[in-house]
Nanobody, 120 residues
Framework: QVQLVESGGGLVQPGGSLRLSCAAS????????MGWYRQAPGKERELVAS???????NYGDSVKGRFTISRNNVANTVSLQMNSLRPEDTAVYYC??????????????WGQGTQVTVSS
């Protein structure tokens, strides 16, 4: 059974940093596109960042220059370093994996999500 388990969420002040991690029980992990999506109350789930082995990472416009995604194909993990956090970054963050595509209705697997709250 495939599992994506997120960790690292929490409460942080504006301007602070958090690091999210996702551990994936996927065989042939390196062949999967991995990504982070987020969903705030009343809003649609949106792309935060995605990464494919051997290719440049892709970021949502609102997080470019502040967030960095990385993957470890030996440990089967993907991480999201979030800096200069803003209140509008508050959302549930989901780890996702797809053999060919990522996104709502497209990804093969989703994690349970981890809450990130940016507030003073």
């Amino acid at each position: 059974q495939v599992q994506l388990v997120e960790s690292g969420g929490g409460l942080v002040q504006p301007g602070g940093s958090l690091r999210l991690s996702c551990a994936a029980s996927l065989s042939m992990f390196s062949r999967y596109a991995m990504g982070w999506y987020r969903q705030a109350p009343g809003k649609e789930r949106e792309l935060v960042a995605s990464i494919v082995t051997g290719r440049a990472a892709n970021y949502g416009d609102s997080v470019k220059g502040r967030f960095t995604i990385s993957r470890n194909n030996v440990a089967n993990t993907v991480s999201l370093q979030m800096n200069s956090l803003r209140p509008e970054d508050t959302a549930v963050y989901y780890c996702t994996a797809g053999r060919f595509r990522l996104g709502p209705g497209l990804s093969d697997y989703w994690g349970q999500g981890t809450q990130v709250t940016v507030s003073s």
